[in-house]
């Protein structure tokens, strides 16, 4: 347990997907909480009012953009630690407005990390990063075998990639957060700022917003459940390990906890080898468990796409001592469960079942 002083903690991006279930969890166990969120991203005014329901006394929403400089720096200096996760979440608009991704990736972090440099205290601040920091592994001369793409390498099959792999930014998402990243990692070296960086898989759950352009697992769900279809980029056979957001919360909040002996560190965070799924075997699942057709249609590739990505998680689980990620089917099947909730659509009892 994490100790309760009466300062709040500060997540940025907080009324976001992952943001909110932060926000949940550290509310459950009684500290005051800033949400600091500029709500761009449509629909998480939802999160934001979720939370306040639950939580009116503990939860204080700051509706603010990370470029102001001076707003962030004013909530920043009341902080006890800081989730940092607002951000442009997506490679494609990224690539249709490269200097907005800039502002708000690089120059916010910039922001908030000059503001606790100039604050003077060491508060701590784990940052949301990105398995997009490697690029798209080309190099790792994928092969098909059976659904989905994997590498020919028997170790890197086993374990994921670690971090030990060499940094290779693509795209412009991929350079402002790669960036971001490196910064948070230098404030720790340079400044003495108790700063570690989480390079996140794709993770998914309950309160994700999902669209075509970030937050695909929800995305696909949602599309499902509207009897719309869903469109693969590529040929669908990308395999990713996707990670349900109650391990990603459990992983920020040991972060914070064990701050003094990872500060300066990345670490990937991820399904992991055992919650690897193409994008085809998903979707079949999710006809299976919502019981019905599902129209895929497909389209060219997008940039930067990894055909495989698997984190190897050994080190953020020996470092933060973390339990097994929830099973793929399981995660999958809570988060459809929550969407039908969500519209009123009656559950079927093989995917309550699923969910448990
Ligand atoms: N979800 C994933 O699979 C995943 C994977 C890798 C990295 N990440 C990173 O994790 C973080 C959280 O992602 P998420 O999935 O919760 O996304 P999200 O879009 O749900 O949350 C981001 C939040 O930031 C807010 N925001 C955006 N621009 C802002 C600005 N200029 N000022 C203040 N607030 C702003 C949005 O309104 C939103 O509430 C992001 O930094 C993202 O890059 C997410």
Same mark, same amino acid.
């Given at each position: ?62 509706? #603010? ?33 490269? +200097? ?6 690089? $120059? ?39 659904? /989905? ?18 940094? @290779? ?29 989480? $390079? ?23 599309? #499902? ?40 560190? #990345?670490?990937?965070? /991820? ?8 994008? +085809? ?10 019981? $019905? ?5 497909? @389209? ?20 933060? @001592? ?35």
């Amino acid at each position: 347990m994490i100790p309760a002083d009466r300062r709040p903690v500060l997540i940025t991006g907080g009324a976001g997907f992952i943001g909110c279930n932060i926000a949940d969890r550290l509310a459950r166990e009684g500290h005051d909480i800033l949400i600091y969120d500029a709500l761009s991203r449509p629909g998480v005014e939802a999160n934001l009012d979720w939370l306040k329901e639950r939580y009116s006394d503990q939860i204080t929403p700051i509706i #603010a953009d990370i470029r102001d400089e001076e707003e962030l720096s004013r909530a920043a200096r009341e902080a006890k630690a800081v989730f940092h996760m607002a951000a442009q979440v997506a490679v494609t608009t990224s690539l249709t407005d490269p +200097r907005d991704d800039f502002e708000i990736n690089l $120059r916010g972090t910039l922001n908030l990390l000059d503001a606790l440099r100039l604050h003077g205290r060491p508060t701590p601040v784990i940052f949301a990063s990105t398995n997009k920091v490697y690029g798209d592994l080309a190099d790792l001369d994928f092969r098909l075998e059976g659904q /989905g793409y994997a590498p020919p390498d028997e170790a890197v099959a086993a374990h994921g990639i670690s971090e030990a792999r060499p940094l @290779d930014f693509h795209t412009p998402y991929g350079c402002s957060k790669g960036a971001a990243d490196q910064y948070v990692l230098d404030y720790a070296r340079s400044y003495g700022l108790p700063a570690a960086v989480l $390079r996140m898989s794709c993770i998914y759950g309950v309160r994700q917003m999902g669209t075509e352009d970030q937050g695909w697992v929800a995305h696909f769900l949602i599309r #499902a459940l509207e009897d719309e279809p869903i469109t693969l980029y590529g040929d669908g056979h990308q395999v990713r390990d996707i990670l349900d957001v109650s391990n990603a919360v459990d992983a920020y909040l040991r972060a914070w906890q064990r701050i003094g002996h990872i500060s300066g560190h #990345a670490f990937n965070l /991820g399904g992991g080898p055992a919650n690897a799924v193409s994008l +085809r075997e998903l979707v079949t699942y999710m006809a299976e468990l919502l019981g $019905r057709q599902i129209d895929v249609r497909f @389209d060219d590739w997008r940039a930067g796409d990894q055909r495989w990505f698997v984190a190897d998680t050994r080190a953020i689980r020996r470092a933060l @001592d973390l339990s097994p990620a929830v099973p793929w089917r399981q995660g999958v099947a809570r988060l459809a469960e929550w969407l039908c909730e969500c519209r009123s659509l009656r559950t079927r009892p093989e995917l309550v079942e699923a969910a448990q």
